[in-house]
């Protein structure tokens, strides 16, 4: 049942300087932008929050820009679309595997709403480019009126839904140094598209291999046991039977813990063996 809306309130800052002045000054606020993700909510009647922060409009968080300094770190705005992703000539070059995730996010609606920051501050363990970020070993930026700090990726979330983000704070940008290595991305799903995922990989090939899993487990998941042994040359057997034992699969409406942890050692031997 859908829930009413009678009762709930929309700020509408006009710069990010606004938006990050009522987060301190009038919050508790939820931040919201293509709602692609609270809408869901709303229609299943069970949205609690009332108070919200409308960020749609805030065009210095969309941009996408690699920085010619001596670090070369691509930047993603938070409000950057799928379709904004999809279409960067920058992501293409720099991170090919997030484009091969925002395609497969949703319909063209979805992708044209739908924003990366969103899918990060969701923290849906099922979230598309989460395994492509932490595989990318991306770095959150969160800014307040006080100020802005920088969270590794694989330290932003505490638990299922959870994340380090203050309540005062918004999730504006994401870094991604420069990655050497053959990238790669696969979902799997009952559909190709519009689906939530069964299971999400993302992987990095080449001397410092990165492996990342979604819908494995509360929060992404990276798979440092495993990028350990191909990163001494490890053979395919050892490199599957180190991920299953390191793999802790989660039993839900989607698939099971057995399934998952059957599939992810089979997309393990693809990635290898395509490189």
């Known amino acids: 049942m859908q ?40 229609n299943f009647g069970t949205l609690k929050d009332v108070r919200f922060l409308n960020l749609w409009r805030l065009d210095a968080l969309r941009p996408i820009a690699v920085r010619r300094d001596r670090r070369n770190v691509l930047t993603i705005g938070a409000l950057a679309t ?42 849906s363990p099922a979230g598309d ?50 990655i050497r290595g053959r990238q790669w991305f696969r979902k799997v799903g009952t559909r190709a598209a519009q689906a939530i995922s069964k299971i999400v990989m993302a992987g990095v090939a080449g001397k410092a291999p990165r492996i990342a899993f979604g819908s494995m487990a509360p929060t992404v998941v990276r ?17 599957q039977r180190a991920l299953v034992e390191e793999l802790s699969p989660i039993d839900d409406i989607r698939s099971t813990a057995e399934y998952r942890r059957r599939v992810a050692a089979n997309l393990l031997a693809t990635f290898i063996a395509s490189d």
């Open 129 to 178: 480019t989460l395994p492509v970020l932490a595989a990318a070993e991306a770095v959150v930026i969160l800014q307040s009126a006080e100020g802005t700090r920088r969270v590794r990726f694989d330290e932003f979330y505490t638990g299922y839904r959870q994340t380090v983000r203050r309540a005062d704070e918004l999730i504006v940008a994401f870094e991604i140094p420069a």
């Open 223 to 239: 798979a440092r046991r495993t990028e350990a042994v191909l990163a001494r040359g490890g053979s395919i057997e050892e490199a």
């Open 82 to 123: 799928y379709t904004d992703l999809i279409r960067s000539k920058a992501v293409q070059k720099r991170l090919p595997m997030l484009v091969a995730a925002a395609r497969e996010v949703g319909g063209v609606q979805i992708q044209n709403r739908g924003t990366i920051g969103g899918n990060v501050a969701n923290g």
């Open 3 to 42: 829930s009413s809306i009678a009762n709930r309130t929309l700020l509408q800052p006009r710069s990010l300087r606004d938006a990050l002045t009522m987060l301190r000054d009038e919050g508790p606020l939820t931040p919201l932008a293509g709602c692609t993700d609270l809408y869901v909510s709303l």
